[in-house]
């Protein structure tokens, strides 16, 4: 079935939004300039500060689901479901959760490739899986074990892309390490949130644009607030600014104003995140949970191959098979690999090789996104 221009545009929303979040957020880091007080030109630091940028993006989709909300109650025959009575507290967690991966995750984009970045994100899949079969009581797959073990597979070798690659880089093979690793533990505390969503929010039936803007107000407030401890504590060496403390708010809006540049690459942080968010949802609606995926899959391609043409990145073989694997990875864990096995010739046997098939695409064991 050919997919309407209506479609279409959905996909490429959420492919050129998807793409432009890390590719803006990465444009910024690379900018240099003077801070406050004339201090000398530094480098633009500041992943603290960009993750309550995020967080704002992310709460803008309140005002997305209560636009569509005032909209469906002028049609006919309204479309959307009337919202279940919830406390907005029950985001508190899941929000926390993402309030401490995402800035771990920009501290990281310091020290490390765009397209690594997104790739090594992929490891999301391993820490979700393992701990809904252990929290939320989920019988995974043979394909999804199989999904995971070759998702640490392609792992390790964007890995060892990242060490032949780091002489060419600005970023010390030390910062590299760090930051890769980085990505990989803020995994596991996204799939936390995962787990807790899944656990305590799913069974409300929130609006998914309703749940995003909750965690986004919750994030945006606690890590706002934070800012301002940030300001006096220290922290060395680890710290990109020149007072060496965790976050100096002022000095990156010291920097936007000597480089009004820096601005546009947060504010296309900040809008894509909400429209990546809307344009995620409706392509689960009007297409498929599985376009979704291989659309967020695809924005890793884009996002190297951007880095690539600007020159941020230098080209490494290894990448493009590390990426290829861990694709290879994600597919087999969503089930991507079902149509294919559907379409293939059946014969019928005495060992009931056809029973067995069958019972493997109808996936009688129940898959991590299914209910218990």
Same mark, same amino acid.
């Given at each position: 079935?050919?997919?309407?221009?209506?479609?279409?545009?959905?996909?490429?929303?959420?492919?050129?939004?998807?793409?432009?979040?890390?590719?803006?957020?990465?444009?910024?880091?690379?900018?240099?300039?003077?801070?406050?007080?004339?201090?000398?030109?530094?480098?633009?630091?500041?992943?603290?500060?960009?993750?309550?940028?995020?967080?704002?993006?992310?709460?803008?989709?309140?005002?997305?689901?209560?636009?569509?909300?005032?909209?469906?109650?002028?049609?006919?025959?309204?479309?959307?479901?009337?919202?279940?009575?919830?406390?907005?507290?029950?985001?508190?967690?899941?929000?926390?959760?993402?309030?401490?991966?995402?800035?771990?995750?920009?501290?990281?984009?310091?020290?490390?490739?765009?397209?690594?970045?997104?790739?090594?994100?992929?490891?999301?899949?391993?820490?979700?899986?393992?701990?809904?079969?252990?929290?939320?009581?989920?019988?995974?797959?043979?394909?999804?074990?199989?999904?995971?073990?070759?998702?640490?597979?392609?792992?390790?070798?964007?890995?060892?892309?990242?060490?032949?690659?780091?002489?060419?880089?600005?970023?010390?093979?030390?910062?590299?390490?760090?930051?890769?690793?980085?990505?990989?533990?803020?995994?596991?505390?996204?799939?936390?949130?995962?787990?807790?969503?899944?656990?305590?929010?799913?069974?409300?039936?929130?609006?998914? *644009?309703? /749940?995003?803007?909750?965690? =986004?107000?919750?994030?945006? $407030?606690? %890590? +706002? #607030? !934070?800012?301002?401890?940030?300001?006096?504590?220290?922290?060395?060496?680890?710290?990109?600014?020149?007072?060496?403390?965790?976050?100096?708010? *002022?000095? /990156?809006?010291?920097?936007? =104003?000597?480089?009004?540049? $820096?601005? %546009? +690459? #947060? !504010?296309?942080?900040?809008?894509?995140?909400?429209?990546?968010?809307?344009?995620?949802?409706?392509?689960?609606?009007?297409?498929?949970?599985?376009?979704?995926?291989?659309?967020?899959?695809?924005?890793?391609?884009? $996002?190297?191959?951007?880095? !690539?043409?600007?020159?941020?990145?230098?080209?490494?073989?290894?990448?493009?098979?590390?990426?290829?694997?861990?694709?290879?990875?994600?597919?087999?864990?969503?089930?991507?690999?079902?149509?294919?096995?559907?379409?293939?010739?059946?014969?019928?046997?005495?060992?009931?090789?056809?029973?067995?098939?069958?019972?493997?695409?109808?996936?009688?064991?129940?898959?991590?996104?299914?209910?218990?």
């Amino acid at each position: 079935m050919a997919w309407s221009r209506y479609q279409l545009g959905l996909a490429a929303l959420m492919l050129l939004t998807g793409s432009i979040n890390t590719l803006a957020a990465k444009w910024a880091d690379n900018f240099s300039a003077t801070g406050c007080g004339g201090t000398e030109e530094h480098g633009f630091q500041h992943p603290f500060l960009q993750a309550v940028g995020m967080f704002l993006g992310e709460f803008s989709c309140l005002g997305v689901f209560y636009l569509l909300v005032w909209r469906d109650r002028w049609r006919p025959e309204p479309s959307m479901a009337p919202s279940q009575p919830f406390s907005p507290l029950l985001f508190l967690p899941p929000a926390l959760c993402d309030m401490t991966g995402t800035s771990i995750m920009y501290v990281a984009l310091n020290m490390t490739s765009a397209s690594s970045f997104q790739m090594l994100r992929g490891s999301v899949i391993i820490f979700t899986g393992l701990l809904s079969v252990a929290f939320l009581g989920r019988k995974l797959e043979l394909s999804q074990w199989l999904g995971i073990l070759v998702t640490i597979v392609g792992l390790v070798v964007v890995g060892l892309a990242d060490l032949h690659s780091s002489h060419d880089q600005k970023h010390k093979l030390s910062e590299v390490i760090t930051g890769d690793l980085l990505i990989v533990m803020a995994q596991v505390i996204v799939a936390i949130q995962m787990v807790l969503e899944e656990k305590f929010v799913y069974k409300h039936d929130v609006h998914p *644009l309703r /749940a995003v803007g909750t965690e =986004g107000f919750f994030g945006f $407030i606690i %890590l +706002a #607030l !934070l800012l301002v401890p940030m300001y006096y504590i220290p922290a060395g060496s680890f710290s990109g600014n020149p007072r060496q403390t965790l976050e100096d708010a *002022l000095d /990156a809006f010291c920097q936007i =104003g000597h480089r009004p540049l $820096i601005a %546009l +690459a #947060l !504010l296309g942080n900040i809008s894509s995140i909400a429209f990546f968010n809307f344009a995620g949802i409706s392509v689960t609606k009007e297409i498929s949970a599985t376009t979704r995926m291989v659309l967020d899959s695809l924005r890793t391609l884009v $996002i190297w191959a951007v880095s !690539l043409a600007v020159g941020w990145e230098t080209f490494h073989g290894l990448e493009i098979l590390g990426f290829g694997v861990l694709l290879v990875g994600a597919a087999l864990y969503n089930g991507l690999h079902r149509p294919l096995l559907a379409r293939l010739p059946r014969h019928v046997d005495e060992t009931g090789g056809v029973a067995e098939r069958e019972g493997l695409l109808r996936g009688e064991s129940t898959a991590i996104n299914s209910e218990s």
